[in-house]
């Protein structure tokens, strides 16, 4: 029954590194996400500008 148990143990141990690994690559995809969506507001903004200068 111990040996049960500490199997129990280093699965849930192993659980939570995964959970952590996910939880920090979900993090660095949102920052990246983040960046990339103010690289397109700036663009959308120059679009905007060049539209009005040419009154399109």
């Given at each position: ?46 679009l ?9």
């Amino acid at each position: 029954m111990a040996e049960n148990q500490v199997d129990s143990m280093n699965s849930l141990a192993s659980n939570i590194e995964n959970i952590a690994k996910v939880s920090n690559d979900t993090k660095d995809n949102m920052d990246s996400n983040q960046a990339r969506l103010k690289e397109l507001e700036t663009i959308s903004k120059k679009l905007n500008d060049l539209m009005d200068f040419f009154k399109i």
